[in-house]
């Protein structure tokens, strides 16, 4: 189970920050993203990071974007800075399947989700 | 950056058809696409992962197939609970980006 939690209104210019705590099991396994989607609109991928604390992140938002883990609070974050009215969306937290091959994992496709939490960017 | 498309945007059908729904990258990704499933309201669920394998749990009237570049979602018999919007999602390599999604309407 995932479970996002942080404020929902942010102020223009400032820092938005959420976390997901994972529930029912590790986090040091998996790949671990973030999604979000604007109001009336579709999904869009955010990021990702995995136990080790290797991330990729959306090239839109490269600059303004930290992915982070704590594995000890079975927990992962976003960090967005300078926001504006369009970062206003749905963020949902998930988990990423992964495979194995040569050494190295790969993620794969998002089997859980968490509920999503309404982040508004407004003055 | 590989971009990804689907066809159509909308569509509306009747309960028992047969609907199918095309995503495309521009670019090869092998069989590395998923395929999710957005009710009104509600959060995005897992219907078809490695292009072709449905998740556990998933009726069995979703399939999916292609490789490459062209991939298909067929609902063999539309019912009132699949209303919903479809996204494809690509997975071969970061940036793991969705499709625009496919509105599904009675």
């Known amino acids: 189970r995932l479970q996002e939690s942080g404020p929902g209104l942010v102020r223009p210019s400032e820092t938005l920050s959420l976390t997901c705590t994972v529930s029912?099991?590790?986090?040091?396994?998996?790949?671990w993203t973030w999604i979000r989607q604007p109001p009336g609109k579709g999904l869009e991928w955010i990021g990702h990071i995995n136990h080790s604390g290797r991330t990729a992140y959306n090239p839109s938002l490269r600059g303004r974007l930290t992915i982070s883990i704590d594995n000890s609070k079975n927990q992962f974050s976003l960090k967005l800075t300078s926001v504006t009215a369009t970062d206003t969306a749905v963020y949902y937290c998930a988990r990423v399947g992964f495979s194995y091959d040569s050494g190295s994992y790969f993620p794969q496709q998002v089997d859980s989700w968490g509920e999503g939490t309404l982040v508004t960017v407004s003055s | 950056d590989i971009q990804m498309t689907q066809s159509p945007s909308s569509l509306s059908a009747s309960i028992g058809d047969r609907v199918t729904i095309t995503c495309r990258a521009s670019?090869?990704?092998?069989?590395?696409l998923a395929w999710y499933q957005q009710r009104p309201g509600k959060v995005p669920k897992l219907l078809i992962y490695?292009?072709?394998t449905l998740q556990s749990g998933v009726p069995s009237r979703f399939s999916g197939s292609g490789s490459g570049t062209d991939f298909t979602l067929t609902i063999s018999s539309l019912q009132p609970e699949d209303v919903a919007t479809y996204y494809c999602q690509k997975y071969n390599s970061a940036p793991l980006i969705f499709g625009p999604g496919t509105t599904v309407d009675l």
């Open positions: 029912n099991g590790p986090i040091s396994t998996y790949f």
């Open positions: 490695a292009a072709s």
């Open positions: 670019q090869g990704i092998g069989n590395y």
